[in-house]
């Protein structure tokens, strides 16, 4: 499979941002994408210019919070040789590279006071000056910009141009967070899984456990689709066995028993006392709350599932290794095999 960008969803808010920006790619306007990190304002700024009658054109991008504020004007603008130290030679900026295309601006909020004057202009009239030059060119560049910052709000305290704001906000475009996004994570997730299966040559792709799939669902995804494919690509790769259904998530790849611990103040060591990692309880993962004692109608079938699933849990934090399951779970081997048994999980 190759590993180009695509749009992935099916919930009715993803599909309705993505019309949006599909309508307005034709026309020669500004359009400005909102939304949380990881929720795709790339691929929708190459939608619209994929879409657009700039479509054989240059699609330059320009990330605004890369880059210094003593030298992002230079960069959108270009400079003239002299312009300031260091500026050995001329150099043509984004806006004359992106000539008759689409000029990218991710992160717009991070702009200073002077490069968004300048972008004024450049949006107003089509005419741009490199630094240290007084002489105006023409440039035929369509502008879009993304942020995640309230560039509203941002306009009435002063930090961005209101000016500004109301020339480039001729369309906008504001991305749905995935946690929003209704059944799109299960669809999200097979497509990673798929592809990164193909990348390791898996002879078949398994698709995930009941463990898995309760856990994806239950997540807030704060990173949004990024954070997701991140997620699936690393569940994958650290699944052994492709006959089994991948059943192991790790969200938060930091999360170690050997995680270094901050230094602890003379207050704090006084009155707290640390658990060794070795010697804590092992986490089992925690069930969604249920008022159990209106849900039950049997209280030893109802035991007997809940233990099940505590084995299930365990052994998929394990990757199916018996002993350090038993160990996890403060059992002997032969109490453990006696369990695994008993509900029928020594497959």
């Known amino acids: 499979m190759e590993r180009e960008n695509q749009f992935i969803g099916e919930s009715g808010a993803f599909l309705d941002a993505v019309e949006k920006a599909s309508r307005a790619a034709g026309l020669n306007r500004p359009v400005l994408v909102i939304g949380e990190r990881g929720t795709g304002k790339e691929l929708i700024a190459e939608r619209l210019h994929r879409l657009s009658m700039r479509w054989d054109g240059p699609l330059v991008t320009l990330n605004c919070a890369a880059m210094p504020e003593t030298l992002i004007e230079a960069e959108l603008f270009g400079h003239e040789a002299g312009a300031f130290t260091g500026a050995t030679k001329s150099r043509v900026g984004r806006f004359e590279e992106a000539d008759g295309g689409t000029l990218f601006l991710d992160e717009l909020g991070n702009l200073s006071s002077a490069a968004q004057e300048r972008l004024l202009r450049a949006v107003e009239y089509g005419e741009i000056t490199r630094i240290g030059s007084s002489r105006p060119q023409r440039v035929d560049v369509r502008i879009v910009a993304a942020t995640n910052a309230d560039l509203p709000k ?194």
């Open 154 to 347: 941002m306009a009435e305290e002063g930090s961005f141009r209101a000016d500004l704001l109301d020339r480039l906000s001729f369309e906008v475009v504001t991305l749905p967070p995935l946690r929003y996004r209704e059944g799109d994570v299960p669809v999200l997730a097979d497509y990673f899984g798929r592809r990164m299966a193909a990348e390791l040559e898996w002879e078949q792709w398994p698709g995930f456990g009941q463990l898995a799939n309760e856990a994806l669902a239950r997540h807030q995804w704060p990173g949004n689709v990024r954070e997701l494919r991140n997620v699936i690509e690393r569940a994958v790769y650290q699944w052994s066995d492709y006959s089994r259904p991948v059943d192991h998530i790790v969200f938060d790849p930091f999360e170690s028993p050997w995680k270094p611990r901050p230094m602890a103040t003379k207050q704090s060591e006084a009155s707290e006392i640390v658990v060794p990692a070795d010697e804590a309880p092992a986490a089992i993962e925690k069930e969604p709350e249920e008022p159990i004692y209106t849900a039950v109608d049997d209280m030893k079938e109802a035991v007997e599932a809940f233990e099940k699933r505590i084995l299930e849990s365990a052994l998929a934090k394990s990757r199916y290794n018996q002993r350090q399951t038993a160990k996890a779970l403060n059992l002997t081997y032969d109490q453990l095999r006696h369990s695994l048994k008993r509900h029928d999980l020594l497959g």
